[in-house]
């Protein structure tokens, strides 16, 4: 493994003693850094190029990364990182072109200028759109960083009401992005939906809806050339188990959710019609 992979896994950031232990000599990282794969952010604090901007901006005015800028330094699912970045300078002037985020309440990161956890993910809640801040929640929350009634109690009375409705919407398990938020969609529909059902002869689906439609969500994975064999036998023992399949990839559950309501409503009414009877 090189140095830009390791730190890649490590969210983009290492300190020179932890590059030491993983194998990475002073010899090594000197070389990563003439030859700018890496970048020093700050005495003994490295990171990739593409990180090294926002950390060395909060660090150049003695700020903390918050809410989305700070997701990669806790591995937290995103959907979309462009943007402004943000920061919560305490008590002193906002940084120009940044999202400015109110003072820090709890513990911050051991040893980079990032807010701790817990204040990301208020910040997110209480700043982002709705979904943006459900997957930051979501992934968190599953991983047992954070618990959906910490962070309940931390967004009290009624200007709080938005963000708390986010986490009504955190499952406690999801297996992708897209999961996540197919859930909110289906639920905002007002379907009656079970999650990670396990069917006789099928295994395990993502989505069971209405106890009649199964839904599943594919990720990259799913055009590899041996997970479609195994999908296509898996949709055909759905049919013949006497249930109907639906399939959605990463376009549809995450810029086109209305279309993909749709044809799960579409189906649910022709099913009840009888559409799908023997004939």
Known sequence: MDIQTYLRQRGGVARTATLHRAGFPRTCVDRALIAGHIARIRRGVYALPQDAGVLGLALQHNALLTCLSAASAYQL??????????????????????????????AVHPWLPVAGLADVLIHALRCLPELEALVMV???????????????????????????????????????????????????????????????????????????????????????AKQV???????????????????????????????MVAQVLAVLEQSRQGAFSAR
């Open 77 to 106: 699912w995103t959907l979309d990182n462009a943007g402004p970045v943000h920061l919560s300078p305490g008590h002193k002037k906002a940084v120009p072109g940044s999202i400015t985020h109110g003072r820090i309440q709890h």
């Open 138 to 224: 979501q992934c968190a929350a599953q991983r047992g960083d954070v618990t959906v009634g910490f962070l309940r109690r931390k967004l009290p009375g009624n200007r709080n009401a938005r963000a708390r409705s986010v986490l009504d919407y955190v499952i406690p398990r999801a297996d992708s992005v897209l999961e996540v938020l197919a859930n909110y969609h289906f639920r905002m529909a007002g379907l009656y939906v079970r999650r990670h059902v396990e069917l006789q002869g099928v295994g395990e689906v993502d989505f069971l809806i209405e106890d009649c439609l199964v839904v599943e969500t594919d990720g990259a994975t799913h055009l590899e």
């Open 229 to 259: 064999k195994k999908d296509r036998v898996r949709n055909n023992a759905t049919v013949v188990g006497g249930r109907l399949c639906l399939r959605f990839g990463y376009v549809e559950v995450v810029h086109h959710p209305q279309r």
